[in-house]
């Protein structure tokens, strides 16, 4: 059945969501389905990419038997794709509160998947902000104790570009910041978030577009840094 399902989810057929759903329903009926069954679900209606089924995914999720955080993570993203980030940030909410209610007892405590989605929805909209209040309170809940929250490359990566695309002075001190707080966290252990070039060459251009005096300075400097480094 679930192989089925990921097949549908993948397939682009226009009626991949409604056959998906009835497979569900099925599996549903016969006690089988399980959360890898939602997950494929709330994929084929996250393709569909409207708010209709994005509220669907939401009423599914509500209804199923202890819906976990993979679960959940699919359908933050399905409200993502239908462009509705208010809706998934109210789910990001109610994760958030299940969590502070049960501790690590919670099945859908969010993780660093569920804020890292969050964020790249916020960042194709160059809304900086946000982006920046969404990684603010994954580092918040993971400094509390949820250890799957823990800010991992993508988010990293997700909330740099967002700064560096923004083109001042600002942004750009930013952005490397970030650049050279990846580096530190690398130095301390975190392997998987080394600087890699294409982040240094994102800062870069973000001090090419600053409009400050002393960009030239600044990326000669990162240059050096980049060197001495590597």
Not at 58 to 76: D, F, G, L, R, T
Not at 104 to 109: D, R, T, V
Not at 139 to 166: D, E
Request: aromatic fraction near 8%; charge should be neutral; glycine fraction near 4%.
């Amino acid at each position: 059945y679930n192989q089925v399902l990921k097949v549908w989810k993948n397939s682009g057929h226009p009626e991949a969501a409604d056959r998906a759903e009835k497979l569900v329903q099925e599996m549903k009926s016969n006690k089988l389905a399980d959360a890898i069954s939602y997950t494929s679900l709330f994929g084929a209606l996250a393709k569909v990419g409207t708010a209709k089924a994005a509220r669907k995914a939401i009423s599914i999720a509500e209804q199923a038997e202890n819906p976990n955080v993979q679960m959940w993570n699919s359908v933050v993203f399905a409200c993502i794709r239908a462009n509705d980030l208010d809706r998934a940030e109210e789910i990001l909410e109610r994760m958030e509160d299940d969590y502070a209610r049960k501790g690590n007892a919670s099945l859908m405590a969010p993780n660093v998947v569920t804020y890292s989605t969050l964020m790249d929805g916020y960042a194709k909209q160059n809304a900086v902000p946000q982006t920046q209040a969404i990684f603010d309170r994954m580092v918040k809940l993971y400094q509390s104790g949820n250890q799957n929250a823990k800010p991992n490359a993508i988010a990293y990566t997700t909330l740099l570009h967002t700064y560096a695309r923004r083109r001042s002075k600002d942004s750009a001190q930013k952005a490397q910041d970030l650049l050279f707080e990846m580096y530190e966290r690398y130095r301390a252990g975190e392997v998987h978030l080394k600087p890699n070039t294409q982040l240094v060459s994102s800062v870069m251009d973000s001090w090419h577009h600053s409009g400050t005096f002393n960009a030239g300075e600044k990326a000669e400097a990162l240059l050096d840094w980049t060197v001495e480094t590597s």
